[in-house]
């Protein structure tokens, strides 16, 4: 039974923290440590559900699809021969919010959240081409790498905040790991890639 739990608990914190939530998490964060705070809440809404419509919802519903078509497992879709499709959908999704964001004149510190977690995508998509990486903690790594970049432009101590997501990707990674979608490299090389793409691209955008 203990082993049942814990395998229960990883498959939980894996779905938790998708790598779709990205996003929604850099946006949670402008919107406490910025001057975004000030938006009216019924606007901060909003775009809370715009970028989970097109971050989270629109990718893995369509994603989910083409696994149903084709007859695939989770197991089977994890491959690194078959994660091609699913970073072409996940990348066209982003975009296609960015876009939207980009005709309605939203904030651009906003928008440097999307390119940040769209660099991360492009980057795995590439990396993928050579070795596999967890896309689940690159996603974690670009909410340290965020949390760090917002911290110098904003001028604020990112410490307790800091140990709070230190946490969580230990628990997302080791939760890949239980699960035997990834090894400890992969894992690591994932996070690492995660907080370089998102510390230089909010800082650069």
């Known amino acids: 039974m203990k082993e049942k739990e814990i395998i229960f ?17 850099g946006l949670l964060i402008l919107f406490i440590f910025s001057y975004l705070s000030l938006l009216p809440l019924t606007y901060k809404l909003f775009l809370l559900l715009m ?19 084709q007859g695939w497992t989770l197991i089977e879709l994890g491959s ?17 919010c960015y876009y939207i964001m980009a005709a309605t004149h939203v904030p651009h510190f906003m928008g440097s959240i999307l390119i940040a977690a769209l660099v991360i995508q492009v980057a795995c998509a590439i990396i993928n081409l050579f070795i596999k990486i967890s896309t689940h903690t690159a996603a974690i790594g670009g909410v340290t790498g965020a949390l760090l970049a917002f911290s110098v432009i904003f001028s604020f101590n990112p410490v307790w905040w800091l140990c709070i ?19 400890l490299r992969q894992v690591v090389l994932g996070y690492l890639a995660g907080v370089a793409c998102s510390f230089v691209s909010v800082l650069l955008f």
Do not use: N, W
């Open 9 to 25: 608990t990883a498959k939980v914190l894996s779905v938790l923290f998708t790598p779709f939530y990205l996003p929604i998490l």
């Open 165 to 183: 997501v230190l946490l969580l990707a230990g628990m997302v990674g080791t939760s890949r790991m239980i699960l035997r979608q990834h090894s």
């Open 51 to 69: 970028f989970y419509l097109f971050t989270v919802f629109l990718p893995t519903a369509l994603i989910r699809f083409y696994r149903r078509y």
């Open 80 to 96: 690194r021969e078959r994660r091609a499709i699913p970073y072409v959908i996940s990348i066209f999704s982003y975009l296609l």
